[in-house]
């Protein structure tokens, strides 16, 4: 049961990813059939960006109703449905209407199913899993490139992702007796204390416990400095890759097809990079894994701000820089149930996501705004804060966490 649910949620992950670099991939075509300016991209990646905030905020009370088995395959149904609807719109409003479910399925099945694996599974396959969203999101423009260059047209591409994540919509509807029959991941002394005894079948289904108010949650302490730190790991992510090519050819002067190729680098980076976090993550904990992905991405933003002839310096930082970030978003999420309980751990979760995607959304047009007014020399400061933020705030819970765990500690 272990092993095959896990396969099922590994093939989950890399179809989550193909979605995510279509709109990107295909938009210099596609705004040219559709008629709209170029810019209007932004448009349909803030419809989506709404409406995956919004269903990470409602997660935590859907799935303690119908369950994780059910939110994800609903929600992949969702994003399946959009995507074919995608593939038949011949006007930029029909892809905005479409972007609303698209959203609102992505929220929530990437809140569900993070918050199932950190509950059930170890930390090394919270890294590979999200390592294999990258292979997904790494994929999907080569099946872009593929239907543009065989004729097709962009609107294949989103045919061709529709019906894989269809096809993974049934794969999920089949699994469903499966969820509820995999054991949690045994629970440290204080999250034990924290939750009710007893407990154990509804986590392992995601239904049955009692729901957490939103305001509950907030309330929670250091669950704003974990939402803070997640913020700003996002927002440091989502400027990177929009916005490192072109630091490197307008402030660095590098070529830019040297540019584009250390700029992919960054992605690739943290797809690799988190690959091979699982081999040691078990060993090493997850709050050893951000804080050594924070201090790795802060040497790299060093290497980039270095005002040097050469260039290698600057190229090389950038590649540290996605290899630091590749273990803190998985990291991040597995710690979860550890720092503030298996019963708030949905919920938390929920509002994780959404903070994340509040970051990835508004961080990059803010960073826009402020190179047109002050230079795009800002970059590696930009980046810098950000890392300086995310650090320190993780620290902060990690202080916060240890002194609980010393004052239950006699108790245990």
């Given at each position: 049961?272990?092993?095959?649910l896990?396969?099922?949620?590994?093939?989950?992950?890399?179809?989550?990813?193909?979605?995510?670099?279509?709109?990107?991939?295909?938009?210099?075509?596609?705004?040219?059939?559709?008629?709209?300016?170029?810019?209007?991209?932004?448009i349909?990646?803030?419809?989506?960006?709404?409406?995956?905030?919004?269903?990470?905020?409602?997660?935590?009370r859907?799935?303690?109703?119908?369950?994780?088995?059910?939110?994800?395959?609903?929600?992949?149904?969702?994003?399946?449905?959009?995507?074919?609807?995608f593939?038949?719109?011949?006007?930029?409003?029909?892809?905005c209407l479409?972007?609303?479910?698209?959203?609102?399925?992505?929220?929530?099945?990437?809140?569900?199913?993070?918050?199932?694996?950190?509950l059930?599974?170890?930390?090394?396959?919270?890294n590979?899993?999200?390592?294999?969203?990258?292979?997904?999101?790494?994929?999907?423009?080569?099946?872009?490139?593929?239907?543009?260059?065989?004729g097709?047209?962009?609107?294949?591409?989103?045919?061709?992702?529709?019906?894989i994540?269809?096809a993974?919509?049934?794969?999920?509807?089949?699994?469903?007796?499966?969820?509820?029959k995999?054991n949690?991941?045994?629970?440290?002394?204080h999250?034990?204390?924290?939750?009710?005894?007893?407990?154990?079948?509804?986590?392992?289904?995601?239904?049955?416990?009692?729901?957490?108010?939103?305001?509950?949650?907030?309330?929670?302490?250091?669950?704003?400095?974990?939402?803070?730190?997640?913020?700003?790991?996002?927002?440091?992510?989502?400027?990177a890759?929009?916005?490192?090519?072109?630091?490197?050819?307008?402030?660095?002067?590098?070529?830019?097809?040297?540019?584009?190729?250390?700029?992919s680098?960054?992605?690739?980076?943290?797809?690799?990079?988190?690959f091979?976090?699982?081999?040691?993550?078990?060993?090493?904990?997850?709050?050893?894994?951000?804080r050594?992905?924070?201090?790795?991405?802060?040497?790299?933003?060093?290497l980039?701000?270095?005002?040097?002839?050469?260039?290698v310096?600057?190229?090389?930082?950038?590649?540290?820089?996605?290899?630091?970030?590749?273990p803190?978003?998985?990291?991040?999420?597995?710690?979860?149930p550890?720092?503030?309980?298996?019963?708030n751990?949905?919920?938390?979760?929920?509002?994780?996501?959404?903070?994340?995607?509040?970051?990835?959304?508004?961080?990059?047009?803010?960073?826009g705004?402020?190179?047109?007014?002050?230079?795009?020399?800002?970059?590696?400061?930009?980046?810098?804060?950000?890392?300086?933020?995310?650090?320190?705030?993780?620290?902060c819970?990690?202080?916060?966490?240890?002194?609980?765990?010393?004052?239950?500690?006699?108790?245990?």
């Amino acid at each position: 049961m272990y092993s095959l649910l896990l396969t099922i949620i590994y093939v989950a992950f890399v179809s989550l990813g193909l979605p995510d670099s279509l709109v990107g991939a295909g938009w210099p075509v596609m705004h040219q059939d559709l008629g709209v300016p170029l810019a209007f991209a932004g448009i349909i990646t803030m419809v989506i960006a709404g409406g995956t905030i919004l269903s990470s905020l409602a997660s935590e009370r859907l799935t303690r109703r119908f369950g994780a088995g059910v939110v994800t395959a609903v929600s992949v149904g969702m994003t399946a449905a959009a995507l074919v609807g995608f593939s038949f719109s011949g006007s930029f409003w029909m892809l905005c209407l479409w972007a609303i479910p698209y959203g609102l399925g992505a929220g929530a099945v990437d809140a569900a199913l993070n918050n199932y694996v950190a509950l059930h599974y170890a930390a090394r396959h919270m890294n590979w899993l999200h390592s294999f969203w990258g292979v997904g999101a790494s994929i999907s423009p080569f099946i872009m490139s593929y239907a543009l260059t065989s004729g097709m047209g962009w609107s294949s591409a989103y045919l061709i992702v529709g019906v894989i994540q269809a096809a993974l919509t049934f794969v999920l509807l089949v699994s469903l007796p499966l969820w509820g029959k995999v054991n949690p991941v045994a629970p440290t002394h204080h999250e034990a204390d924290a939750d009710d005894e007893g407990s154990d079948a509804a986590e392992a289904s995601g239904r049955g416990s009692a729901h957490v108010p939103l305001g509950q949650a907030l309330r929670i302490p250091g669950v704003a400095l974990i939402l803070t730190a997640f913020f700003a790991y996002c927002a440091l992510e989502s400027t990177a890759i929009l916005w490192a090519s072109t630091w490197l050819v307008t402030d660095r002067a590098v070529e830019p097809a040297t540019a584009a190729a250390f700029a992919s680098l960054f992605l690739l980076g943290v797809t690799a990079g988190r690959f091979l976090a699982g081999f040691f993550a078990d060993r090493i904990g997850d709050r050893s894994l951000i804080r050594g992905g924070f201090v790795t991405i802060g040497l790299g933003v060093v290497l980039l701000a270095l005002p040097l002839e050469t260039d290698v310096l600057a190229l090389a930082g950038l590649v540290l820089t996605g290899l630091g970030a590749a273990p803190i978003y998985p990291a991040i999420i597995h710690s979860t149930p550890v720092n503030f309980g298996r019963r708030n751990s949905q919920a938390i979760i929920g509002i994780q996501m959404a903070a994340a995607y509040t970051g990835s959304t508004f961080a990059p047009p803010l960073f826009g705004v402020l190179s047109a007014w002050i230079g795009m020399w800002l970059f590696p400061l930009f980046l810098g804060i950000l890392v300086i933020l995310g650090l320190v705030m993780s620290e902060c819970l990690n202080r916060l966490v240890g002194r609980r765990e010393r004052i239950e500690q006699p108790s245990a």
